[in-house]
């Protein structure tokens, strides 16, 4: 249970401190702050030590196959954000994170029916 509180206390206090420097008026160092790879180090560090190296090298698939939906998320809200400003900006974007997840689902889908068609036909051969 304590691993979970210092968990939450790392993740609360990089938000914090973002939104410390962007609150200074200095977006750009808040933006690299909250781009460094700490909670992501950490993460693989937990990952690894909670579940071994295939949890830490799934979690980095994960993390990479977010790379491009975070990028388009980030372009879009820019692009909203002058014209309906905050809250509502944020929200047209966020089903593009749902591209990959269900692109993962189809994969998963297509790759066990495969499966089961190829353990079919070998069941098949057996029985001729």
Known sequence: MVQYLVYFLSGGTMVALVAY???KSNG???AFVA???ILFLLNVLL???NGGVGASVEYSKG???FLPPYALYVIITM???PHLGLPTALFPALPVYAVPLTL???QRHSVSKLLHHHEQQVERQRKS
Request: aromatic share 4%.
């Open 63 to 65: 993390a990479l196959l």
């Open 104 to 106: 993962r689902q189809i």
């Open 21 to 23: 420097i962007g609150g």
């Open 28 to 30: 750009m160092l808040a």
């Open 47 to 49: 990952m690894y030590q």
């Open 79 to 81: 692009l909203l954000l």
């Open 35 to 37: 781009s460094l790879p």
